[in-house]
């Protein structure tokens, strides 16, 4: 698996991505949530809330890999939500307060 250099100007990354995409690595994270550290998890869970609960847009332009990952968290949460009746919004889960998203 590679990594490769980014953001990368030439292929226009957004400097300020999480997830980026033609970068195996990142690809793989996408799919696989498990390799993303605390932070990153609680900025991309944080966002799938505000965007597909709350509907709010996102501040930039999502690359297709960060989609992805909060396309499948969003799955991971209906789940949640049917077995326990809860959503699980940053507020119900404790362990994103204290992570500055």
Known sequence: ??????????????????LFDGCERCDEQAQFLVGLD????????????????????PDRDLTENEHLAMNN???????FERLSGVWPSPEVLGWVRDIEV
């Open 38 to 57: 605390r932070q990153n998890l609680a900025w991309f869970w944080s966002g799938m809330d505000q965007i597909k609960r709350l509907g709010k847009s």
């Open 1 to 18: 698996m590679s990594h490769r250099y980014h953001p990368d100007p030439g292929r226009d990354d957004p400097p300020d991505a999480k």
């Open 73 to 79: 968290l969003y799955a991971m949460a209906i789940i």
